[in-house]
Each structure stands twice: as C-alpha cells, then as structure tokens.
T-cell receptor
Framework: RKEVEQDPGPFNVPEGATVAFNCTYS??????FFWYRQDCRKEPKLLMS???SGNEDGRFTAQLNRASQYISLLIRDSKLSDSATYLC???????????FGTGTSLTVIP | NAGVTQTPKFRVLKTGQSMTLLCAQD?????MYWYRQDPGMGLRLIHY???????AKGEVPDGYNVSRLKKQNFLLGLESAAPSQTSVYFC?????????????FGPGTRLTVT
C-alpha cells in the first residue's frame, strides 16, 4: 500500500467554483502534513501546512481527519491562477523522510 | 539569498555515461534530499542527508550515489546512466523533517538518457 494516495484528477472547474481534494495516508503515527503546489515544469512550493485543528489561508482551507487518515484541501472562488498540480505530503514520523502523493491536477476554466 | 540551486538545468546522456548533479543551498539547512519525478509517479526519494558527512538511502537508491562533503552542497552521481534514469531530478532542503517546517526545492534538472 502506498504511503500517500491522491486522486490524480484532472479536475476542470469554472472560475469562481469551489473545489476540494482529498488525500489518504497509511501510517496512523504520521505527524506532519502539507499541501504543495507545483506549476507545469516548475519545482513544488509550499501552499500550506495542515494542522490538527484545521487552518485557513484566504481562499484555501486545509483539514486533517486523523480517524479516517485523510487530509483535504478546499479552494473557494477558484481563479485562473489556481491552475496547477496540488501535491499532498506526509511525514510519517518514522524517520527523516517525506512522502509525496502523485498529485491532483486542477485546471480553472474561464 | 538564492535558496536552493541546481546545476545543470538540462542534460542529455548516452547509456553508460556518468554525470554528477550539484545541489547547493544557502539557508544553513541540515537536511537535504534528492528526488526524482516521473509522470504518474509523484516525487520519489533517492537519497538524503541529515548533516554534513552523512547520507542515507531513500525509496529508489539503485544506480545513484551521493556525497555531502560540505553542509551547503549535496551531490548526486550516476555512474553508468540507463534510459530508466530519464527523469526530472529535484533537490530539496529543510531545517528539520519534524513539525511544520517547509522543504525548499531547487528548480530541477531534466535528464534524458538515450
């Protein structure tokens, strides 16, 4: 079983729509969770860390569900500039490694 | 403050040739990582280092070697390149893998092995 699994999409949504991505992780002891954004042919960049209580940054909301072992990312009022691949990243707290999901592709359509 | 830099940006190798990819960071980070990214596979860890003079294997280490002689540099070597090593290689660094510390990525090296 993979450490981190994501629906690869693609998600094609109109501007202004709300879209949500989920990511599941296999190690229940995992402590650190992140969403990274990757633009085409560019390096990943941190979008937001995911805290136990959930956190919000403008139009973006991240939540953690430890019981079901998944994290989610909600994007409200989608912009054209939100088009990218969103990577779920987990540190299982068993060493010094991070595990990446395969990414979810989002295209926001005018 | 350049962050994380990688050289070269692009390279084409013939099967059996060797090369070294250089990663440099100016943030005084202890932890450095080499990943490869292939379509549909996500980022997979090749090797990593928890400090100067240390290295460890990741998920897909075969065919690669690494060295961390200086804290700011992390080198990835391919001794005898194979077409299966055609990929985009990313280097990353962080203060610590614990907590919510961010990994900072270099711009990537696109390697093609023919």
């Amino acid at each position: 079983r993979k450490e981190v699994e994501q629906d690869p999409g693609p998600f094609n949504v109109p501007e202004g729509a709300t879209v949500a991505f989920n990511c599941t992780y296999s190690n229940s002891a995992s402590q650190s969770f992140f969403w990274y954004r990757q633009d085409c042919r560019k390096e990943p960049k941190l979008l937001m860390s995911v805290y136990s209580s959930g956190n919000e940054d403008g139009r973006f909301t991240a939540q953690l569900n430890r019981a079901s072992q998944y994290i989610s990312l909600l994007i409200r009022d989608s912009k054209l500039s939100d088009s990218a691949t969103y990577l779920c990243v987990v540190n299982p707290n068993t060493g010094n490694q991070f595990y990446f999901g395969t990414g979810t592709s989002l295209t926001v359509i005018p | 403050n350049a962050g994380v830099t990688q050289t070269p940006k692009f390279r084409v190798l013939k099967t059996g040739q060797s090369m070294t990819l250089l990663c440099a960071q100016d943030m005084n980070h202890e932890y450095m990582y080499w990943y490869r990214q292939d379509p549909g596979m996500g980022l997979r860890l090749i090797h990593y280092s928890v400090g100067e003079g240390t290295t460890a294997k990741g998920e897909v280490p075969d065919g690669y070697n690494v060295s961390r002689l200086k804290k700011q540099n992390f080198l990835l070597g391919l001794e005898s390149a194979a077409p299966s090593q055609t990929s985009v290689y990313f280097c990353a660094s962080t203060n610590t893998p614990l907590g919510s510390y961010e990994q900072y990525f270099g711009p990537g090296t696109r390697l093609t092995v023919t």
